[in-house]
């Protein structure tokens, strides 16, 4: 599994520095009235991406709480229910036969 991973690590890094490399153009990036930024393509892409993956993240976190809040409630739920039933299960029934013998 190491090789594995390994060699898809080594892939990964192949493409990102030949990508670098044939994307290595400056571009200026103009919003309204903010000074002009110049850049390489490459790092423009790689800030979106980086932006993309942080966005992402937030909500899974988000998503998370909420799914947890969830299961908390149907553990709750489910606990409360479960001494319900017990509290309306008859008492053992001991049985006089067996009880005679163990004398």
Request: proline content about 4%; cysteine-free.
């Amino acid at each position: 599994m190491r090789v594995i991973y390994l060699v898809l690590t080594i892939i990964f890094a192949f493409f990102i520095v030949t990508f670098s490399q044939l994307n290595s153009e400056v571009v200026t990036v103009k919003y309204y009235y903010m000074k002009d930024i110049n850049a390489p393509v490459y790092m423009l892409l790689f800030a979106a991406l980086l932006v993309g993956v942080i966005v992402t993240w937030f909500f899974s976190v988000v998503e998370r709480f909420r799914l947890n809040r969830t299961i908390s409630k149907l553990n709750r739920a489910i606990r409360d229910l479960k001494k319900e039933v017990r509290a309306h299960e008859p008492p053992p029934v001991i049985d006089q036969a067996k009880k005679q013998d163990d004398y």
